[in-house]
């Protein structure tokens, strides 16, 4: 059976006919093409920017305090939970965890408070008592200690690590001695080694020691305040932690929930970046939506001879959508090949920031999504902008362009 070529040829038609109708206007078009270009560049610079920050944040989180935290254990109906407060029986609960093919780690951690004394200043500090070897596979602790040794600490019972802000304050180095008090307690520590999370308010608080020596200090021989999970995906946590807290009986919070206020922050920075960004793009299209207008004023007589010449309403809306649709290709592959230049340039500027995470440099996420959201919004925008003039023009007759009384 043969086929047709006449859609075929007539839509070969219809796009020789646009592209013409595009040079008429070509500085105008070009006007346009620069907006798009720009508008979607902007898009994916701001996207790959703001979601760079926040997978660095939860990178951060995750390799500080863990995808879970089981803590308290609850008692009662699910109406009227009645709660315990830490873990009574953490050997028991650790090896419960492990019996969930999701848990890739589960380390116990003592906390409590403590004042630290040093030649130079007293502070109020928090202690994480660990067992370093369970805690280093819940956590990025190997990675995070900047200075002295992790061996160190490994090998001394009465060693403590130190947060490298907590540390510059007080003047203390590796293998400076210092106190740790508690309720009339005074025990002295060597420093090991500093660490640094990037977290500020981790970095000047916290003091990670031995779990022995945390029991001795807390007075805590049993017990822990809570066991740190990682998760071999951190971001099914949510729906793990439903299943162990009625599993287990004890409250579990992933990740997602307790940093929601700052996943949400970068959420609204996404939101209103790509909106700010894609102002861009519509004043383009109002732009695009003007030129088209004026180019169905000033081609009636070209449409008169297309209509005459047997060419549909549908096929004089495919020469305008044809402008829009050119138009948007090629601001596309320009504004995506400028956003990935964008993108690679900025992730090698220099950008010092010390807050609720540490970096010297830009932070990018490379993702296509950014890409196609960004193509699929200009897409919108510029497509309806066509629509409007090109179904003007459809309904243009030839009589009445002849006769001069079209509208």
């Known amino acids: 059976m043969s086929v047709n070529p ?40 701001t996207q790959a920017q703001t979601s760079g920050f926040e997978q660095f944040f939860i990178r951060t989180i995750l390799g500080t305090d863990g995808a879970l935290r089981v803590a308290d254990r609850f008692q009662g109906a699910s109406t009227a939970k009645k709660y315990v407060e830490g873990v009574q029986y953490p050997g028991e609960l650790k090896a419960a965890l492990h019996g969930y093919a999701e848990v890739t780690g589960a380390a116990e951690v003592l906390k409590g408070s403590a004042t630290l004394d040093s030649n130079f200043r007293r502070q109020e500090v928090q202690l994480f008592g660990v067992d370093l070897a369970e805690f280093l596979a819940v956590s990025s602790l190997g990675s995070q200690v900047i200075a002295g040794s992790l061996d160190d600490f490994r090998r001394q019972p009465n060693s403590v690590l130190l947060g ?199 932070m990018v996420n490379w993702d296509y999504r950014h890409y196609l959201a960004a193509v699929a919004s200009a897409a919108v925008v510029v497509m309806l902008a066509a629509l409007f003039p090109a179904r003007r023009a459809a309904q243009l007759e030839p009589g009445d362009i002849i006769r001069g009384t079209s509208s």
Not at 21 to 29: D, G, S, T, Y
Not at 178 to 199: C, H, P
Not at 334 to 351: D, H, I, M, N
Request: glycine share 8%.
């Open 6 to 45: 006449f859609p075929i040829a007539r839509m070969s038609t219809t796009l020789r006919i646009a592209t013409r109708f595009l040079l008429a206007k070509r500085r105008a078009m070009l006007m346009t093409l620069a907006g798009i270009t720009f508008g979607i560049a902007f898009f994916v610079l």
């Open 164 to 362: 490298s802000e907590l540390a510059r304050r007080s003047n203390i180095r590796p293998g400076d001695s210092v106190s740790l008090l508690r309720d009339g307690k005074n025990r002295r520590f060597l420093v090991a080694g500093l660490y640094e999370t990037g977290i500020g308010d981790i970095d000047r608080v916290r003091v990670i020691i031995h779990l022995s020596e945390s029991r001795a200090l807390l007075e805590r021989p049993f017990g822990c305040s809570y066991i740190q999970v990682n998760l071999e995906e951190p971001d099914r946590a949510p729906a793990v932690a439903a299943r162990m807290e009625e599993a287990l009986g004890h409250a579990v919070a992933p990740w997602q929930r307790r940093e929601k206020v700052w996943l949400d922050v970068f959420g609204a920075l996404r939101v209103s970046s790509a909106v700010t960004v894609m102002t861009i793009v519509l004043v383009s299209a109002l732009g695009m939506y003007n030129t088209l207008a004026m180019l169905v004023m000033e081609k009636t007589k070209e449409i008169a001879i297309l209509r005459s010449m047997g060419y549909t309403r549908a096929d004089i809306t495919a020469v305008f959508l044809w402008l829009g649709a050119v138009v948007l290709a090629l601001g596309s592959l320009c504004g995506c090949l400028a956003g990935a230049a964008l993108t690679l340039g900025v992730e090698r500027l220099p950008l010092r920031i010390r807050g609720i995470f540490s970096t010297d440099h830009f």
